[in-house]
């Protein structure tokens, strides 16, 4: 199984800001749309080249692809566990974003989170066609720690201070079984019929665990979204 040696109960479970912006996508996503677009760090720039992508513009893709390939591909190194597949993730999912432009609403989040959770649903796919055995080798810590080191400031425009500390105090907050049910989806990059499996609980109660938690979350950091 993908993951780290840190425990998934452990409310320090995502402790680089490349997790909790994944998770903060996860959260959105939990809750009805917002009625306006949220407008802060990078947003604006990217809903532009967006707009430019489904005008069929090749430079916004370029363009997109300069802006947030590294944090797209250090996701996918994280749930499949080996570069070359990664790298195959991450042009898939640029290939996708160029297809579907059109169809993204900054209603539902940012262009980032758009594209971070294309990056989990085509690498839980990935792995699920190659069909991996327990105790696939898993990408090191120290691997995750010098690409997430890579791009701090570009992360940082992602979530504001106030976001990242608001979303930590959350995550403390849960019970031990939503968070723990949390971690495993998305730190460790598992379907929820995996965690049932890694568990031995009902899917059911894995499904309501996650869902619940996540709806916690977001009503936590409500009131920090402008």
Not at 23 to 41: D, M
Not at 79 to 106: C, L
Not at 133 to 160: I, K, N
């Amino acid at each position: 199984m993908v993951g780290s040696a840190l425990s998934v109960t452990d409310p320090g479970v995502f402790p680089r800001l490349s997790d909790l912006i994944l998770l903060a996508c996860a959260v959105a996503a939990a809750g009805p749309e917002s009625s306006e677009p949220r407008r802060h760090g990078s947003a604006t720039a990217d809903e532009v080249l967006v707009r430019r992508l489904a005008a069929g513009e090749p430079l916004a893709l370029e363009a997109l692809y300069d802006r947030h390939s590294r944090l797209v591909f250090s996701l996918a190194c994280r749930i499949v566990a080996h570069s070359a597949d990664a790298e195959d993730v991450t042009q898939d999912v640029f290939t996708h974003a160029w297809k579907r432009a059109v169809h993204y609403d900054p209603r539902r989040g940012s262009v980032a989170a758009w594209l971070l959770v294309m990056t989990r649903s085509r690498a839980l796919d990935r792995l699920r066609r190659r069909s991996r055995p327990d105790g696939f080798p898993a990408a090191t810590e120290e691997s995750f720690s010098q690409l997430a080191g890579e791009t701090p400031d570009y992360e940082r425009q992602l979530m504001t201070d106030a976001e990242v500390e608001r979303l930590r105090t959350a995550l403390r907050n849960l019970s031990s079984v939503e968070r723990e049910a949390i971690g495993l989806a998305y730190y460790s990059g598992l379907t929820q019929a995996e965690i049932a499996d890694r568990l031995d609980q009902p899917l059911g109660t894995v499904k309501t665990r996650v869902r619940s938690g996540l709806i916690k979350l977001r009503t936590a950091m409500a009131g920090v979204r402008a």
